[in-house]
């Protein structure tokens, strides 16, 4: 099977134009079938600052409301999306960006929470496989912004983490499949206070020790569940680390490398 | 060859809500390969008021600087691209959204004018036919926003109407090619004041023998030279009327059918 990267970058990169500008190029340069999924940043607020439309937040997550989804989708799928498209397009990678609207490439639905209303924020059912094979196949390398919809005309504001688990677990079967989430720490870290503590290596029974252990702080506990189920769904390793240090990642020198041995 | 149809539909119906679902309602039942253009609305230049983004209009062109790229990329690539997306794939059409960026199916360079800076305005430079033709061979409908690049990692606004042109050109030896421009009149008028007055059929004889009677108004010569250079450049056809009439459009029932003969 051919090997397929799978990389999702978050707002810290997003938000820093040299850093993202050096990602991109670094991203360009790497030599096998590859997809990138990005988040937002801070744009998407200021812009909601400028509109006057107030943000909710409710532990972390935004609130989508009509107005603000209207926000997310110029943002992430409109100027984020196209802007890192002809950065790359200029490395000489021939990306196509997409929503999950484009192609029916991601199904969602709307969440369903008993007390809460999280508003216009999709929830993903399914991610079909062909069209990325597809566009894989010509050489193109898909850019998804954190968009979906649910084939009844609504798009929905989803979580880029999950868009990228989603796709690795969906392509899984036909590609070697890499999973790189980057975040703005070096690893996952034995003692979160010290950068130089990343563990190199994590497989399951590892990651139950150090848990049982309280060692693994509990804001990566569900990064690291969603690692393991990638794995358990077909994906052959998980990466986190920096974007800045991609091909150290992808390497194996820096970041932590989850993956079932 | 198998037939396609490329339709132009510009801002008159991308601000109506419902004219616009109707339209696309209409566009996804029709039953051959299809490309959808789209211009841009009056959302854009909503939103650079509440952005206190001053708009610069010469010779009724928006000036683009660099603020007001922003905006268009926002508005057209994002919210107008992906809802129009959104509700093909609700009405049953596989519609995947594009930009000239993504898979740098359209390159265009910065305008050059002896005089004026129109900034980050595009000229299409060459439509590449085979990301097109791939997608269309695997059912999917091609929704393409007036914004452009220049393969070194400048996006750029762009005409819809020459995007919609250009594209026919480009496809018009792949495709029994048609092209309809639809705007807010009937079709080509006799009697600019009189919407009965459509010219039913037009070819290059007739269009020279009105021009010199001068029964053709100013502001139409450039979409019919726009219109008989397509034809000259493999276009099977160019039909001009109304959105909400695609269906007579295509029957022949409406509008003006321009061709050879």
Redo the contacts between chains.
């Keep these: 099977m051919d090997k397929l990267i799978i990389i999702k970058i978050g707002g810290n990169i997003i938000d820093d134009e040299n850093k993202l500008l050096l990602f991109l190029k670094n991203f360009a340069a790497i030599d096998t079938h590859k997809i990138l999924v990005h988040g937002g940043g801070k744009l998407a607020t200021r812009?909601a600052g400028?509109?006057?439309t107030p943000q909710q937040l409710v532990d972390g997550r935004r609130i989508t409301d009509a107005e603000t989804l209207?926000i997310v989708?110029?943002?992430?799928?409109?100027?984020i999306?196209?802007?890192i498209?002809?950065?790359l397009?200029?490395n000489g990678c021939?990306?196509?960006?997409?929503?999950g609207?484009?192609?029916?490439a991601i199904l969602a639905h709307k969440r369903v929470h008993p007390t809460m209303d999280y508003g216009f924020v999709g929830d993903v059912d399914a991610v079909h496989a062909s069209?990325l094979t597809?566009l894989l196949g010509?050489g193109?390398c898909p850019v998804l912004s954190p968009?979906t919809?649910d084939?009844?005309?609504?798009?929905l504001n989803t979580n880029a983490d999950t868009i990228a688990q989603e796709t690795a677990k969906a392509l899984g079967s036909f590609y070697d499949t890499e999973l790189i989430y980057s975040f703005e720490k070096n690893g996952v870290l034995l003692d979160i206070d010290n950068e130089n503590s990343v563990i190199k290596k994590l497989n399951l029974a590892y990651y139950r020790e150090l848990k049982n252990e309280g060692k693994i702080f509990a804001g990566m506990i569900p990064k690291l569940d969603n690692a393991f189920s990638a794995l358990q769904n077909g994906v052959k390793k998980v990466i986190i680390g920096k974007a800045e240090e991609i091909q150290l990642l992808l390497s194996g020198d820096k970041g932590t490398s989850i993956s079932h041995d």
Tied chains: 1, 2.
């Design positions: 812009l400028q509109m006057n209207k989708t110029m943002v992430y799928a409109g100027y999306n196209k802007n498209v002809a950065q397009q200029a021939n990306a196509i960006g997409l929503t609207a484009d192609g029916n069209l597809t010509q193109l968009i919809h084939k009844k005309g609504q798009l």
